[in-house]
């Protein structure tokens, strides 16, 4: 190995800084024992040369690894958003974080093992798929915190958001605006579906409304599907279990010469990034969930510096209002004629 190509060590930064190599250990652990401006000349020589501390002997001298494991699926791009908000958290508390995807040919259970053969000291698992008593016996090695989802037992920390107030929103929203005939395309098997699903059959049997629940999935595939199935009785707006369904079913109405809100209002889940978009613009019920990864990782270091037993924690969504819901066509024809729609103005963000 050349010289060039060698990585920097502890002792290259010294020399380079003209101090002692237990000094810049000192510095690079964040310890006090130097002084400001010393500190600083030996952090900008680590930077120009490059150096970076190796974690690995850092583990191997240490009792702690400080590592927090995370599975994720990878087929859902709202989980990375989430793992953003972990990894800010984490180095807030002062912890690393590892990551494991969860995927067809990956097992949750294969997932969350690596993390532990890893060294993880304690477990978020994003939208857990296993059983109750599967997540218990990890809860009985480590601390484990199940994000999005809260029926997990009494020995698993839980950090959610509450399914049925959010579809409770999302169905007095459009009812507020006029819409009485409302479909809801269901989740499947997804995490959350079923508790949706339940829910949006309450709220609509609540106002003596038929609640009509068509299949569907968390992929825009799955919306597009669905949407496609609508077309030969077309409801005045839907309510999509997340916002990639919500995409879908837009991008069906789209194909059949249909206007989203003008003739199909549509409304998602999650408040994702894809709904922010510039030319989507959806409306969506948010869960916060970068507040709640916040709180899955505090949950996590608390449970490790032995502040408390586990706990369960339910947030309230809020609904995001944007371009993809109006009044139903009936409601604009009507005018003011009407008191059955709403007809006045609509606010968007």
Known sequence: MTEMQRRPTLMDV???????????SIVMRGAPGAAGP????????????????????????????????????????????????????????????????????????????????????????IAPSLGIRELERY???????????DDVG???DSISSDDRAGVRVAVEHLTGLGHWNIV????????????RRDAFRLEMMGRQLEPVIIPGGPGEDDGLRAGDSLQGSLPSAVIAFNDRSALGVMESLRAAGLRVP?????????????????FVQLSSVSSEAPLL??????????????????????SDPRLIVRR?????????????????FATGPIKFT
């Open 293 to 314: 990864a916040v709180a899955a990782v505090d949950r996590a270091v608390d449970r490790l510096e032995g502040r408390g037993g586990p706990v369960h924690v339910v």
């Open 14 to 24: 010294a020399q380079a800084a003209g101090v002692s190599r237990a000094l810049v």
């Open 38 to 125: 010393t500190r600083e000349r030996v952090l900008t020589v680590a930077r120009d040369l490059g150096y970076r501390p190796d974690s690995r002997a850092r583990l191997l001298r240490s009792s702690r690894t400080r590592l927090l494991g995370v599975t994720f699926h990878g087929s859902a791009p709202f989980h990375a958003e989430i793992v953003d908000a972990v990894y800010a958290q984490a180095a807030e508390r002062g912890y690393e974080v590892v990551l494991s995807a969860v995927g067809r040919s990956r097992s949750e259970a294969r997932a969350i093992d690596g993390l532990l053969d890893f060294g993880s000291e304690a477990l978020i698992v």
């Open 262 to 278: 003008e003739d199909v209002s549509v409304l998602g889940f999650d408040n994702s990034q894809l709904a922010q978009l510039r």
């Open 154 to 156: 009494a020995f698993v």
């Open 324 to 340: 993809t819901t109006a009044p139903p066509a009936e409601a604009w024809k009507l005018g003011s004629n009407s008191t059955s």
């Open 139 to 149: 809860a009985g090695r480590v601390p484990v915190v199940s994000l999005l989802r």
């Open 184 to 195: 809801h395309v269901d989740g499947g098997s997804a995490v959350s579906a079923a508790r």
